[in-house]
């Protein structure tokens, strides 16, 4: 009886794997090689119906090479352009540059493969275009999303998105599908100069907390702070504070505050998904509004290089503060955690894992898979080892302490002599945060294990022993991270934001520019698990659009100012709300690292609270603020409305053991 089972099961698998193989050459595409001695075209390999994408034009000499020495001006109304059986007149006029001309902004209606055909003078050029639908590119996300949060697998969920994803990028060919997925997206992941150092620095800091927790240094930092703070209240606000104290970069604030503060909540009876939440929601939004931070100069630069197109000639570092009251979410989700914690008062999904703190005393729900294996971290430490408070405090200090000199001396190198004549926001903005994260984990490593041996609480054996047990925690949610990445090329590639735009940008008036922008901001962020990319995508697009709206309006001066700025805060902060909303964003990942808790639970505890601090920002400042309302009663109001909202839905708690 089990032979016959076997053998079932290995049909089944011989028939899915003979049905893989065999779809790979049925979907195989059979390209046609068009040649022509005096044009080709360069296109990308696909693209999306209807959004526009360009093409070069390149000019061939007699031995099939591309003619450098073309350089003369051609009036495009020469350029006769065929596709679908249509002919299109472009006129306008560019030039030749090294034998290529750049056509921009075509686009095709069309499924499947259509034929490009371009006539110029008396010489003609055709190539087929593989045209897929546009709303295809929302597949992989969607799909990843859904898998994660119905079955609570994160990896399968997220390869599942991977995959189809680099299927239909492959002319929808499962088998080659799973190639890519393996040979090109994983590896591209681990091979960006960008994710290496966030890998290494995660996984030293996870090896620095290792050390410190095996020298009593974590329970020395839980009972000084427990004679302060010795209440669910009082754990909740000081893991607060130490968010908004570590304002200088996100990823260090995710890590950092998660393993510092999971010991002493554990004690004080709040729950692992509460922690997270509270990691997550002054990480990045503190990051991104903070007036020094390794995100300002990545958001001017983007501010700056909108303006010079434009020709305004307002300073960008300026405009970024006068922004700050604008990025609302950001602002009102911090203001949020803190109400919550003050208030005790929680609802939703929140809710439920809190009472199963206080009445059971579990901070995880029972079956929860933490992405950080905590137990070779949050360990019993044996009554005879010294549990001194500064074996932990000092290692984290060095961290921080080594992050923000790091940030200055890696700016200043960057800007050489124009160091002298640079503000620090400049010096700081041209850091590289990732190398100057990982020296500040290395110095911070070195640190815990001169106190831990310098003090013969551990041999240099053990310190090695408890850093690699540290550093062996976070394999799983590296794993997750890499995957997180992969997606995040995927929908670079099926270019899934560029079809969000064009699916919105129809409906934008220059009064609802600021929560249109929102909107928009938060469904990329979200979909593609990535706000810098956001911001990168939609800040050249909105500034412009916000500012020539409003000029072709006629809108007064102060509220074509207070648009724009709501504009420039709108992206900002629906960026931040998007990514750290998504179960596939690097950041949301991070923080169920550090807190050590289970992925989807702390997607679905915190979503709610998410969303209510996105719908107050909406309607107390992103609406109003385009029909002239001032910004700073809008949050005033949000921040009336979120304590309404706390009071009305929210539910008190009682103290653990009362």
């Given at each position: 009886?089990?032979?016959?089972?076997?053998?079932?099961?290995?049909?089944?698998?011989?028939?899915?794997?003979f049905?893989?193989?065999?779809?790979?050459?049925?979907?195989?595409?059979k390209?046609?090689?068009?040649?022509?001695?005096g044009?080709?075209?360069?296109?990308?390999p696909?693209?999306?119906?209807?959004?526009?994408?360009d093409?070069?034009?390149?000019?061939?000499?007699?031995?099939?090479?591309?003619?450098?020495?073309?350089?003369?001006p051609?009036?495009?109304?020469?350029?006769?352009?065929?596709?679908?059986?249509?002919?299109n007149?472009?006129?306008?006029?560019?030039?030749?540059?090294?034998?290529?001309?750049?056509?921009?902004?075509?686009?095709?209606?069309?499924?499947?493969?259509?034929?490009?055909?371009?006539?110029?003078?008396?010489?003609?050029?055709?190539?087929?275009?593989?045209?897929i639908?546009?709303?295809?590119s929302?597949?992989?996300?969607?799909?990843a999303?859904?898998?994660a949060?119905?079955?609570?697998?994160?990896?399968?969920?997220?390869?599942?998105?991977?995959?189809?994803?680099?299927?239909?990028?492959?002319?929808?060919?499962?088998?080659?599908?799973?190639l890519?997925?393996?040979?090109?997206?994983?590896i591209n992941?681990?091979?960006?100069?960008?994710?290496?150092?966030?890998?290494?620095?995660?996984?030293?800091?996870?090896?620095m907390?290792?050390i410190?927790s095996?020298?009593?240094g974590?329970?020395?930092?839980?009972?000084?702070i427990?004679?302060?703070?010795?209440?669910?209240?009082?754990?909740?606000?000081?893991?607060?504070?130490?968010?908004?104290i570590?304002?200088?970069?996100?990823?260090?604030?995710?890590?950092?505050v998660?393993?510092?503060?999971?010991?002493?909540t554990?004690?004080?009876?709040v729950?692992?998904?509460?922690?997270?939440?509270i990691?997550?929601?002054?990480?990045?939004?503190?990051?991104?509004?903070?007036?020094?931070?390794?995100?300002?100069?990545?958001?001017?630069?983007?501010?700056?290089e909108?303006?010079?197109?434009?020709?305004?000639?307002?300073?960008?570092?300026?405009?970024?503060?006068?922004?700050?009251?604008?990025?609302?979410?950001?602002?009102?989700?911090?203001?949020?955690?803190f109400?919550?914690?003050?208030?005790?008062?929680?609802?939703?999904?929140?809710?439920?894992?809190?009472?199963r703190?206080?009445?059971?005393?579990?901070?995880?729900?029972d079956?929860?898979?933490?992405l950080?294996d905590?137990?070779?971290?949050?360990?019993?430490v044996?009554?005879?080892?010294?549990?001194?408070?500064?074996?932990?405090?000092?290692?984290?200090m060095?961290?921080?302490?080594?992050?923000?000199?790091?940030?200055?001396?890696?700016?200043?190198?960057?800007?050489?002599?124009?160091?002298?004549?640079?503000?620090?926001?400049?010096?700081?903005?041209?850091?590289?945060?990732?190398?100057?994260?990982?020296?500040?984990?290395?110095?911070?490593?070195?640190v815990?294990?001169?106190?831990?041996?310098?003090?013969?609480?551990?041999?240099?054996?053990?310190?090695?022993?408890?850093?690699?047990?540290?550093?062996?925690?976070?394999?799983?949610?590296?794993?997750?991270?890499?995957?997180?990445?992969?997606?995040?090329?995927?929908?670079?590639d099926?270019?899934?934001?560029?079809?969000?735009?064009?699916?919105?940008?129809?409906?934008?008036?220059?009064?609802?520019?600021?929560?249109?922008?929102f909107?928009?901001?938060?469904?990329?962020?979200?979909?593609?698990?990535?706000?810098?990319?956001?911001?990168?995508?939609?800040?050249p697009?909105v500034?412009?659009?916000?500012?020539?709206?409003?000029?072709?309006?006629?809108?007064?001066p102060?509220?074509?100012?207070?648009i724009?700025?709501?504009?420039?805060?709108?992206?900002?902060s629906?960026?931040?709300?998007?990514?750290?909303?998504?179960?596939?964003?690097?950041?949301t990942?991070?923080?169920?690292?550090s807190?050590?808790?289970?992925?989807?639970?702390?997607?679905?505890?915190?979503?709610?609270?998410?969303?209510?601090?996105a719908?107050?920002?909406?309607?107390?400042?992103?609406?109003?603020?385009?029909?002239?309302?001032?910004?700073?009663?809008?949050?005033a109001?949000?921040?009336?409305?979120?304590?309404?909202?706390?009071?009305?839905f929210?539910?008190?708690?009682?103290?653990?053991?009362?």
């Amino acid at each position: 009886m089990e032979g016959l089972k076997n053998m079932k099961r290995s049909l089944i698998i011989g028939t899915a794997l003979f049905l893989l193989i065999g779809s790979h050459f049925f979907f195989k595409s059979k390209t046609t090689q068009i040649q022509h001695s005096g044009l080709r075209i360069e296109s990308p390999p696909f693209v999306l119906s209807g959004i526009p994408f360009d093409i070069n034009l390149t000019v061939l000499n007699e031995k099939g090479q591309v003619d450098s020495r073309c350089h003369e001006p051609v009036k495009l109304a020469k350029v006769f352009i065929y596709q679908e059986n249509q002919m299109n007149f472009l006129d306008s006029t560019l030039s030749f540059n090294n034998g290529k001309l750049l056509i921009k902004n075509l686009a095709m209606n069309s499924y499947g493969t259509q034929n490009l055909r371009i006539k110029l003078a008396n010489q003609e050029v055709e190539k087929p275009i593989r045209v897929i639908p546009g709303f295809f590119s929302l597949f992989p996300p969607f799909l990843a999303i859904m898998l994660a949060l119905v079955t609570r697998q994160v990896i399968i969920a997220l390869f599942s998105g991977i995959w189809l994803g680099a299927t239909i990028i492959m002319n929808y060919d499962p088998l080659m599908g799973v190639l890519r997925v393996l040979d090109k997206y994983l590896i591209n992941s681990l091979a960006d100069t960008s994710h290496v150092p966030i890998v290494l620095f995660s996984m030293t800091l996870g090896g620095m907390v290792g050390i410190i927790s095996k020298s009593g240094g974590t329970r020395g930092v839980i009972e000084k702070i427990t004679r302060f703070a010795n209440s669910r209240r009082g754990g909740q606000i000081t893991s607060w504070l130490m968010g908004i104290i570590v304002f200088f970069d996100d990823y260090a604030n995710t890590l950092i505050v998660g393993n510092t503060m999971r010991p002493f909540t554990d004690k004080v009876g709040v729950s692992r998904e509460k922690l997270s939440y509270i990691v997550d929601s002054t990480a990045a939004p503190v990051a991104s509004f903070a007036p020094i931070s390794t995100w300002v100069g990545f958001q001017v630069a983007l501010i700056a290089e909108a303006f010079s197109k434009l020709q305004i000639k307002d300073d960008a570092y300026l405009a970024f503060i006068q922004s700050i009251p604008y990025a609302a979410y950001s602002l009102l989700t911090v203001i949020f955690v803190f109400l919550v914690g003050i208030l005790l008062r929680d609802f939703g999904p929140m809710l439920k894992s809190e009472i199963r703190t206080v009445t059971t005393g579990k901070v995880l729900r029972d079956g929860a898979v933490p992405l950080l294996d905590s137990s070779g971290l949050d360990v019993d430490v044996p009554d005879d080892v010294p549990k001194r408070w500064y074996n932990a405090i000092l290692p984290i200090m060095t961290v921080i302490v080594v992050t923000i000199i790091g940030l200055y001396y890696s700016g200043r190198n960057e800007l050489g002599e124009l160091a002298n004549k640079s503000t620090l926001w400049d010096i700081i903005g041209k850091a590289n945060s990732f190398h100057v994260l990982m020296w500040a984990s290395f110095w911070g490593v070195i640190v815990a294990i001169f106190l831990a041996v310098g003090q013969k609480i551990l041999t240099i054996g053990e310190a090695i022993d408890s850093w690699l047990s540290g550093v062996k925690s976070m394999v799983l949610a590296m794993i997750i991270l890499v995957l997180a990445w992969a997606i995040g090329d995927i929908c670079e590639d099926l270019m899934t934001a560029q079809y969000v735009i064009s699916m919105t940008h129809s409906i934008i008036s220059p009064s609802l520019m600021p929560f249109i922008t929102f909107i928009i901001a938060a469904l990329i962020s979200f979909s593609t698990g990535t706000s810098w990319a956001t911001m990168a995508i939609l800040i050249p697009i909105v500034i412009p659009m916000s500012y020539q709206l409003t000029t072709k309006a006629g809108l007064a001066p102060a509220l074509s100012n207070s648009i724009i700025l709501g504009t420039i805060g709108a992206v900002l902060s629906g960026s931040i709300f998007g990514d750290h909303s998504s179960p596939i964003s690097d950041t949301t990942i991070m923080s169920s690292m550090s807190s050590a808790v289970d992925h989807i639970d702390h997607v679905q505890t915190q979503l709610p609270y998410a969303l209510m601090s996105a719908v107050i920002a909406c309607v107390s400042v992103y609406i109003p603020v385009g029909f002239g309302f001032n910004v700073f009663w809008g949050l005033a109001c949000g921040i009336l409305l979120s304590i309404v909202i706390l009071y009305m839905f929210g539910k008190k708690i009682p103290p653990l053991h009362e």
